[in-house]
């Protein structure tokens, strides 16, 4: 099983400043971790909202909002990707993560859906054509 770990933004995250010498090394530590552990399939930060903008779509046409978005508990300040067996054992690994001296932070954790799970809806044919996607998005991250 595949999870979606995410890390709620605060107003230190959304103020643009860049962490310290020391929080990098916490959390390079802790993804080395999930990395000798086999877990780890993808960790990355994310830039402030004010760097970001919103597409809403409503009755076939598009508004876009530029960030900075207001409400910083509803956004997100960087996400990792876990494999593990089973919900608890992705809820061990983020119970472990180097956030000790931060009070209110909070961290999503989401079971990302697997292909199977979609039954017939996803014919051999869509099969086929999301693993020629998955190819080229591999050969995307390789350039």
Same mark, same amino acid.
């Given at each position: 099983?595949?999870?979606? @770990?995410?890390?709620?933004?605060? !107003?230190?995250?959304? /103020?643009?400043?860049? &962490?310290?010498?020391?929080? #990098? ?9 999930? @990395?000798? %552990? ?9 830039? &402030?909202? /004010?760097? =970001?903008?919103? @597409? ?10 530029? =960030? &900075?978005? /207001?409400?910083?508990?509803?956004? #997100?300040?960087?996400?990792? #990707? $876990? ?10 690994? @983020?119970? +472990? %993560? &180097? ?15 697997? !292909? %199977? *799970?979609? =039954?017939? !809806?996803?014919?051999?044919? $869509?099969? %086929?054509?999301?693993?020629? #996607?998955?190819?080229?998005?591999? *050969?995307? !991250?390789? +350039?």
């Amino acid at each position: 099983m595949r999870f979606m @770990v995410l890390l709620k933004s605060d !107003a230190m995250a959304e /103020s643009g400043a860049l &962490p310290t010498e020391e929080i #990098i090394a916490d959390m390079t530590r802790y993804n080395e971790e999930l @990395v000798k %552990a086999g877990v780890l399939l993808a960790a990355e930060g994310l830039h &402030p909202s /004010s760097k =970001g903008s919103r @597409v809403k779509f409503e009755k076939g046409t598009q508004a876009v909002t530029d =960030g &900075p978005f /207001s409400e910083t508990k509803e956004l #997100i300040a960087g996400f990792w #990707i $876990l494999q593990c067996k089973t919900r608890e054992e992705a809820i061990e690994w @983020v119970k +472990r %993560a &180097p956030f000790g001296g931060h009070s209110g932070l909070e961290v999503e954790i989401r079971q990302i859906f697997d !292909a %199977a *799970e979609f =039954g017939e !809806a996803f014919t051999p044919e $869509l099969q %086929a054509a999301e693993a020629k #996607i998955g190819q080229q998005m591999k *050969e995307n !991250a390789k +350039r």
